[in-house]
């Protein structure tokens, strides 16, 4: 496990967009993980960016993304459908009919994590998979306690998460209380994963899951035990880590990731 700490969220906005287009660009079919919520906005516009200014092709890549609330279209001001459209999906040349989202308002919800599953392993797996964490060291919707085997499944929210999400809902009560969400066990299966963090919120969940023991409690700590996972954080969430780690800089040179 590598964790590289920038100076601030833009930067490490940019390393970890650096990080996907290089990905991309070695393999332009590839299968990306991706996920929603305030931390990954910048990463997204940043590879935006670089579609509309270097040439970034998606035309190739396929997606999936991590989660999705149940019982709201993605049609939704709030899905993470809806996310994924206006921040990333509407402004490059990827062909929409390769980026799958959980749906939802499935009329089987357990039919449709199954079909989920089937087809990440039907495209391959996943390449690198991109990760938020809750401030309860949560990844995608496995909250603490989820098994580490799990898979794609439904889920109920911890109350931490439901207040955690109210920001974006107008009131906290509109915040569903499941979501449906890929496993601990999907996530580890993804052949790379880069875990992006910002904020100090996010410092005592980061010490745990980079210093702490390997425990279900704090879901990102099984990243310990993945072969290729590296997180990107920023000063803010690196706050309470005890050792010392590499800055984007060290990184570059070694033939790593950059910033421009
Ligand atoms: P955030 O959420 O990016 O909105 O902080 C991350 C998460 O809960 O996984």
Do not use: W
């Amino acid at each position: 496990m590598k964790v590289i700490v920038c100076n601030n969220s833009e930067e490490m906005s940019k390393v970890a967009a650096q990080i996907f287009a290089d990905r991309i660009r070695k393999k332009p079919n590839i299968v990306l993980g991706l996920a929603t919520g305030g931390t990954p906005v910048k990463m997204y516009k940043e590879l935006i960016r670089m579609h509309k200014e270097e040439g970034l092709d998606f035309s190739k890549v396929v997606s999936f993304n991590l989660d999705e609330y149940l019982g709201i279209s993605g049609n939704h001001h709030q899905s993470y459908r809806y996310f994924m459209d206006t921040n990333l999906f509407n402004h490059i040349n990827i062909n929409k009919s390769n980026t799958h989202v959980l749906n939802g308002k499935a009329k089987d919800a357990a039919a449709e994590c199954k079909t989920y599953e089937d087809a990440i392993k039907k495209a391959g797996g996943i390449d690198i998979q991109l990760l938020g964490i809750g401030g309860n060291g949560h990844i995608a919707f496995n909250e603490p306690g989820s098994p580490k085997d799990s898979r794609t499944r439904i889920v109920d929210l911890t109350k931490k998460t439901i207040e955690d999400n109210a920001r974006f809902f107008v009131d906290v009560n509109e915040v569903p209380k499941q979501a449906l969400s890929m496993g601990n066990g999907t996530i580890m299966e993804a052949k790379e994963i880069v875990l992006i963090a910002d904020k100090t919120s996010k410092a005592d969940a980061l010490s745990k899951s980079i210093e702490g023991p390997v425990t279900e409690q704090v879901p990102a700590s099984l990243l310990q035990a993945h072969k290729n996972t590296t997180f990107v954080i920023d000063t803010d969430a690196a706050v309470k880590l005890k050792k010392k780690y590499e800055s984007p800089k060290a990184t570059a040179s070694k033939g790593g990731c950059c910033c421009k």
